[in-house]
């Protein structure tokens, strides 16, 4: 059974630029999180989709967003990127409300 | 609300000695607690979670936490460590949307060295 996948697992984009991350949750988990990490604020939530309604949002600016498709695949999007969205982004995907969550390997993001 | 706290942000331990990692939640609810790891340049593998049945709790690779609400906490054991713990390893919980579990709030980490 396939995990989490997340692409790309690297990425390198200027100041200003605006960038797409996509995660392919469990097949059949229906609710996909996003968390950025940090090492000076470490895991933070960033937003959950479930049945492609965002369920919760955490405490970032208006230029990260995101959206689940039908097939429960998510992406997220930071528009006008900024030195410190330089962070490794994770995915997980859970089956339903009371399950545990399994992670991706993260993309790397580096805005220079 | 809900938050956890890590006690300690580097441990290290011998081969072959006691691996302890220490948590500590605040919440108003019963909680989920989980435990994950981190290896370098990986995500997150689970380790075990806390869903209000038994307060011992077996997770994969030798690795068992045990929850005791008197002292709000959940901290991580092992008998005996191996080279091959060393990594990071983050305590969470779940926030609690009216009795289902949702996004997770995690520790600061800590990083376990393992000395040959």
């Known amino acids: 059974k396939a995990g989490v996948t997340q692409t790309p697992r690297y990425l390198i984009k200027t100041r200003g630029q605006q960038v797409t991350l996509s995660c392919s949750p469990i097949s059949g988990h229906r609710s996909v999180s996003w968390y950025q990490q940090t090492p000076g604020q470490g895991l933070q939530f960033l937003f959950e989709y479930f049945s492609e309604t965002q369920r919760n949002k955490g405490n970032f600016p208006g230029r990260f967003s995101g959206r689940q498709f039908s097939n429960s695949r998510s992406e997220m999007n930071v528009s006008t990127l900024e030195l410190g969205d330089s962070a490794l982004y994770l995915c997980a995907s859970r089956r339903g409300a009371n399950t545990e969550a399994f992670f991706g390997q993260g993309t790397r993001l580096t805005v220079v | ?116």
């Open chain 2, 1 to 116: 609300a809900q938050s956890v706290t890590q006690l300690g942000s580097h441990v290290s331990v011998s081969e072959g000695a006691l691996v302890l990692l220490r948590c500590n939640y605040s919440s108003s609810v019963p909680p989920y607690l989980f435990w994950y790891v981190q290896y370098p340049n990986q995500g997150l593998q689970l380790l075990l979670k806390y869903t209000s049945a038994a307060t011992l709790v077996k997770g994969i690779n030798g690795f068992e936490a045990e929850f005791k609400k008197s002292e709000t906490s959940f901290h991580l054991t092992k008998p005996s460590a191996h080279m091959s713990d060393a990594a990071e390893y983050f305590c969470a919980v779940s926030v609690n949307y009216g009795g289902s579990q949702g996004n997770l709030i995690f520790g600061k980490g800590t990083k376990l060295s393992v000395k040959p």
